[in-house]
């Protein structure tokens, strides 16, 4: 149905920087689709970054990364990025991609997602 691959994850030092992206493909995929990033720590819950609309036009990050991440869109190359910069030892974890078909305020709301990438990690270490 609908493929979604991350790519960019690695080891980085405190304060660098990493572009993340994410490959969407497959029939039922679709750029209408609200795209969105999540990651788990080590021994912890998988916690909601943020989203991106369909337009690419309007996204939304969690308070703890504004300011450090930035979600955008090429829908001619079906791929989500998620920029990091200054990045923190507590940013270890790894990142999800993930799609649905929902309505962005419901999507923001819920955080529900259909479907979901196999994850990159991302190691922040001196």
């Known amino acids: 149905q609908v493929q979604l691959v991350e790519s960019g994850g690695g080891l980085v030092q405190p304060g660098g920087s990493l572009r993340l992206s994410c490959a969407a493909s497959?029939?039922?995929?679709?750029?209408?689709?609200?795209m969105g990033w999540f990651r788990q720590a080590p021994g912890q819950d998988r916690e909601f970054v943020g989203a991106i609309s369909w337009s690419g036009s309007t996204t939304y990050l969690v308070e703890s990364v504004k300011g450090r991440f930035t979600i955008s869109r090429d829908n001619a190359k079906n791929t989500v990025y998620l920029q990091i910069s200054n990045l923190k030892l507590e940013d270890t974890a790894v990142y999800y991609c993930a799609a649905t078909y929902g309505w962005w305020d419901q999507v923001l709301k819920s955080r529900r997602f259909d479907f979901w990438g196999q994850g990159t990690q991302v190691t922040v270490s001196s």
């Open positions: 497959g029939r039922s995929f679709s750029s209408t689709f609200v």
